[in-house]
Each structure stands twice: as structure tokens, then as C-alpha cells.
């Protein structure tokens, strides 16, 4: 991690202190409330629940102070990509999405945007600037894309989208801001599901939308006030404590990754072995460029549908369980949700557990479906 990444993880805990009084409490107290006391015609404090919430602030200050840029919280993360899409797009516009990043996405644009008179296209994550950019309003990339993992270069795609006036949109939920910040690439806003490792209990869904732009973030902002598309207090009251720990548990996850994934290219069960932090991934040299770490999601294929299930259930330290970030390794096998792959494709999440026994959990499943140790 960077020195800039290690004193912002540092000060993290800490960006109440200077706000507290005598006798306040060091953890943050959670506010549940739908009107607060409000005398008057005076504006500048709390009114209802829906305008503002003082533990929404807290949590959206240690966002901010992760991201550099003023933040807004939202219930989920498709509520943030939602937000980011309704605050600055208007009918006739034309978008670009990435083919290979999360379903759900797209199916917002044909479902959702389409009918509302704003059309889209895809693209590969990996080739994403071929083809220009001219006619679209807003170029979205999610890298490395869930699930293939993928990347594209933030930097080159930024440049290219502002020559034709566009704006880049990047979700950041792979990599939480401690892996990667896209706006410091010249992206325009960042939106990312705290759903994942920043909450990391896999307890809360959460979103955010970051930019540096205050046009787009007063835009955002009122899009939740009329929308009521608003986190829920005590959601936001637990994504704050998982911030709290993010830096540790992202760190563990990281590095047991870095571990996982380079025993695993030397198993004969596996073939399509992707993981950023490889020296022969496609993505490894972009990823050293613009990424901090290369993150806690690893990819591979198993021979069918029946070996990659075996794998997964038959895993001691393993959740079969779809989404990933979470302190518990999990995985899917990923054509379930509809996304373009085999049916022996597996997304895996590496938790928290200590390495060597999650590895050797991790070999035994896997000599369980090939019947033989390394080959
Ligand atoms: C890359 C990515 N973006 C956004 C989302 C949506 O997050 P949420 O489920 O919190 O709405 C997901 C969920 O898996 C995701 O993987």
C-alpha cells in the first residue's frame, strides 16, 4: 500500500475526534429518525429522514475522506448506479456499458432507461476504447469486471471520453478505494456497492456515488431526496463499523489471494485461470499501473457444471453463495446469474481466513473432483 493509502487507512478511526464533546461516545451513536425538532422557519440542521441523518454523515465523511470527493450514500448499489444514471442523463442520450461487467446493470439500461428514450451499447471491458467515444453522453466501466476480471485503463479512457464532451462513470466495487480510485484516473464519478467488502459482513446492502464535480453531486443528491431512494440509519450504521476494519480485511484478503491464485495455476483441475496479481494474466501489467492491489476476486473454470458445484459445496472453509467482499470465503458458479460463461465457471471470493488453512481446504475440495493431487 501507498504511503497516501496508509496515512488516509490511519486517520480513518479517527475523523469524529475532533468533533466530540465531553462525555460524547468514541463509537458512533446511531440515529434512527423520521422528523427531528424543527421550530421555525430555519434551515441549516436536520429536519426528516429523508433530506438528511446524522449517521448517513458519519458514514459518508469516511467515504469522502476514502475517496477524496464529497459522497452520497444509497440502500444498495444498484440504487447508486441509479442515482448516477438519473441525475445526468436525459432522453435522447446515448451510453456505453461494458459487456462482461455485472448483468444488472445492463438489464437497468434496456429495462429501465431504454423506454425513457436513452439508448446503450456494450463493449468489452478489455477493448473498451476501441471504437471512440464520439455520440455517447456516458461511458460506464466497471474494472476488473465482475465476473471475468478484466481491466481497461481508467486514465486513457477518461481522456478519450472528455475529447467528445462525455462522462466516465467507473464502479468501483472490486476494488473499494483502498485497491483503486478511479477519480484520481480522471474519472468523473465513481459508484460502488459497500454491499461488498467495505461493509464486509455480508450482512447490509449499501451503495455510494463519489465525484468531484459539486454540480454532480447536488444532482445525485436531490435525485435521493425525491426519489426517497435512501439508505436506511442502522444500514448505514453498520457499512460505518465495516469501514472501520476495511484496510485490515481488505489487506488479509488481498494478500491471500496473491497466494491462492498462484498455487492454483499449478492445478490440473483448473483452466482459465484469471487473477490480476498473476505475472501472466492479460491484466497484470495495466492492473500494477493504475491499481494498489489486485484484489480478492479470483475466476477459473472447472470441467462442468457438476465438478465446479462439488468444488464449491464440498469446500470446509467455503460459503456457496452468490455477491463476494464478504469476511467468509464464498463462491458461484457464475452462469446461475446469467452471465456469459461456461457452466463450470467459478467466482471466487477470498475471505478472511488464515491462508494456509483455507488453501488446504481449498486443495482438498479440488483433489476431490480430480481424484489426483498437483499435476
Ligand atoms: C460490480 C457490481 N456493481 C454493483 C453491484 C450491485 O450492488 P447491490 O447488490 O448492492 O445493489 C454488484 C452486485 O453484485 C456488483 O457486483
Redesign the pocket.
Known amino acids: 500500500m501507498s504511503e497516501t493509502a496508509k496515512s488516509r487507512a490511519a486517520a480513518l478511526p479517527h475523523l469524529r475526534r475532533s468533533g466530540l464533546a465531553m462525555g460524547d461516545s468514541i463509537p458512533l451513536p446511531l440515529t434512527m429518525a423520521a422528523i427531528f425538532h424543527a421550530p421555525g422557519d430555519a434551515t441549516g440542521f436536520n429536519q426528516y429522514g429523508r433530506f438528511s441523518n446524522p449517521t448517513w454523515d458519519a458514514v459518508e465523511h469516511m467515504l469522502a475522506h476514502l475517496e477524496d470527493a464529497p459522497c452520497v450514500a444509497f440502500p444498495?448499489?444498484?440504487?447508486a448506479?441509479s442515482a448516477a444514471f438519473f441525475a445526468v442523463l436525459k432522453a435522447g442520450d446515448r451510453i456505453l456499458l461494458p459487456s462482461d461487467?455485472?448483468h444488472?446493470?445492463r438489464a437497468l439500461a434496456e429495462r429501465f432507461l431504454k423506454p425513457l428514450g436513452i439508448t446503450y451499447d456494450v463493449r468489452p471491458t478489455s477493448t473498451f476504447l476501441d471504437g471512440g467515444f464520439d455520440g455517447y453522453r456516458l461511458a460506464f466501466v466497471?474494472t476488473p469486471a465482475?465476473p471475468g476480471l478484466d481491466i481497461c485503463d481508467i486514465a486513457a479512457v477518461a481522456g478519450a471520453v472528455h475529447k467528445t464532451g462525455a462522462i466516465l462513470v467507473v464502479?468501483n466495487?472490486?476494488m473499494t478505494p483502498f485497491g483503486q480510485r478511479p477519480l484520481d484516473h480522471g474519472a468523473d464519478i465513481v459508484v460502488a456497492?459497500d454491499?461488498k467488502a467495505p461493509n464486509g459482513h455480508s450482512d447490509v446492502?449499501f451503495?455510494h456515488v463519489a465525484s468531484r464535480n459539486a454540480d454532480i453531486i447536488a444532482a445525485v443528491t436531490g435525485w435521493r431526496e425525491v426519489s426517497g431512494s435512501i439508505p436506511g440509519p442502522f444500514e448505514a450504521w453498520l457499512v460505518h463499523r465495516g469501514l472501520e476494519t476495511l484496510d485490515v480485511r481488505f489487506d488479509r484478503m488481498c494478500s491471500s489471494a496473491e497466494v491462492i491464485a498462484r498455487r492454483l495455476q499449478g492445478h490440473k483441475a483448473i483452466s482459465g485461470l484469471r487473477y490480476p496479481g498473476l505475472e501472466g494474466d492479460p491484466s497484470h501489467n495495466l492492473a500494477r499501473a493504475q491499481m494498489e492491489r489486485f484484489g480478492f476476486l479470483i475466476s477459473f473454470e472447472l470441467a462442468s457444471e457438476d465438478k465446479a458445484e462439488d468444488f464449491i459445496n464440498n469446500c470446509a472453509l467455503m460459503q456457496a453463495a452468490t455477491?463476494f467482499g464478504g469476511v467468509h470465503t464464498s463462491a458461484e458458479r457464475r452462469l446461475k446469474r446469467g452471465d456469459a460463461v461456461s457452466a463450470g465457471f467459478v467466482r471466487l471470493s477470498v475471505g478472511c481466513e488464515p491462508v494456509e488453512e483455507l488453501w488446504k481446504a481449498i486443495e482438498t475440495s479440488l483433489d476431490g473432483i480430480s481424484g489426483s493431487r498437483l499435476g
Open positions: 444498495s448499489g444498484m440504487a448506479i461487467g455485472y444488472t446493470t466497471e465482475n464502479d466495487t472490486t456497492a454491499t446492502l451503495g455477491s
